[in-house]
């Protein structure tokens, strides 16, 4: 048990659904993270808040939508996707974004898009 | 552009030892990560460096060179469960991690 939370662990999604993933962390952390690992790549980071506030956007398509309305949760939004986002969508949390902290990682969502 | 290498996959035997290599090519340098990740699970933090030298931790231990960019992680008295993948990530300038794609490795009885 990391402290980070996510829900649903599994999601399966037609192209046309629209759906959310939840993460939440119980640390008092300021900075929170999507990633993007796909089998045998590297994890790929998505987007970066640090104190409610997107500091990174790493090129993500805008059918991925993120949100964060507090420290301690975030959400991705998803809508119209493409097969090939089928991935382990990650959450982790750290004390903030500046700095070397360690990041500490949710369970993660086993995403597929049928 | 920047780059992390390690291994695909390692094998070793419960009670043995191994040694995990990471090189890597970015831009600027915060510090070296591990992390072990068991299928299905969340990666969990191993170790940083950020000076050159050997970081030892129980069984495990870490060892950065910065001028050779490289680094290792050394497990020794191998368990079963040790079975998992590892990752090194570099955090560069801007203090994003850069990951490597995992190192899987398998213990065998």
């Known amino acids: 048990e990391t402290g980070v939370t996510q829900t649903p662990r599994h999601l399966v999604m037609g192209m046309t659904n629209k759906k959310s993933l939840k993460c939440e962390q119980h640390l008092g952390h300021n900075a929170m993270y999507w990633y993007k690992q796909s089998a045998k790549k590297p994890l790929e980071l998505m987007f970066v808040?640090?104190?409610?506030?997107?500091?990174e956007n790493n090129s993500v398509p805008s059918r991925f939508s993120p949100e964060c309305p507090n420290s301690s949760h975030l959400f991705l939004h998803l809508h119209t996707l493409q097969p090939e986002d089928s991935a382990l969508y990650l959450c982790?949390?750290?004390?903030?974004?500046?700095?070397?902290?360690?990041?500490?990682f949710g369970p993660g969502t086993r995403l597929t898009v049928l | 552009g920047q780059n992390i290498d390690q291994p695909t996959e390692m094998t070793a035997t419960e009670g043995a030892i191994v040694q995990i290599n990471c090189t890597y090519q970015t831009s600027g340098f915060n510090g070296l990560f591990w992390y072990q990740q068991h299928a299905g699970e969340a990666p969990t933090f191993l170790s940083y460096n950020v000076l050159d030298g050997l970081e030892e931790k129980g069984r495990f231990s870490s060892f950065l060179s910065r001028s050779k960019g490289y680094s290792y992680l050394l497990l020794k008295e191998l368990q079963m469960k040790d079975s998992a993948s590892y990752l090194c990530?570099?955090?560069?300038?801007?203090?994003?991690?850069?990951w490597g794609a995992g190192t899987k490795l398998i213990i065998k009885p």
């Open positions: 808040y640090n104190f409610k506030e997107q500091t």
């Open positions: 982790a949390s750290s004390q903030e974004a500046a700095g070397a902290n360690e990041q500490f």
């Open positions: 990530a570099v955090m560069d300038s801007n203090y994003q991690l850069i």
